[in-house]
């Protein structure tokens, strides 16, 4: 069955990076987006990031370019968030998510992905 099992987050002080990391299993991986979405405390959940895993085109949203980078090795099976120049803003519960094969956007809505990880909490503080 499908799996994703995120990893990686922490606490952190402002400023500072992470890589978080999202382990894939149970599917063609190739043959996705694969997007990270993130939920602050209190918040609803954020579409962050897309990638295209066949064509590598990648998305981001404006609370994070510049500073995030996604990326994806197929043949591990792994998808990855490189977060630097993080800010307290960023301190969410972040969750890596598989498109439903039937949209081909990268920029996925909420409801138009069909497998979420568990989740791995990411917290800036000073």
């Known amino acids: 069955q499908v799996q994703l099992v995120e990893s990686g987050g922490g606490l952190v002080q402002p400023g500072e990076s992470l890589r978080l990391s999202c382990a894939a299993s149970?599917?063609?991986?190739?043959?996705?987006?694969m997007s990270w979405v993130r939920q602050p405390p209190g918040k609803g959940p954020e579409w962050i990031s897309g990638?295209?895993?066949?064509?590598?085109?990648?998305r981001y949203a404006d609370s994070v370019k510049g500073r995030f980078t996604i990326s994806k090795d197929n043949d591990k099976k792994m998808l990855y968030l490189q977060m630097n120049s993080l800010k307290p803003d960023d301190t969410a519960v972040y969750y890596c998510?598989?498109?439903?094969?039937?949209?081909?956007?990268?920029?996925?809505?909420?409801?138009?992905?069909?497998?979420w990880g568990q989740g791995t909490q990411v917290t800036v503080s000073s």
């Open positions: 149970g599917f063609t991986f190739g043959w996705y987006v």
């Open positions: 998510a598989r498109g439903s094969p039937y949209y081909h956007s990268v920029e996925l809505r909420l409801d138009e992905f069909d497998f």
């Open positions: 990638i295209d895993t066949g064509s590598g085109v990648t």
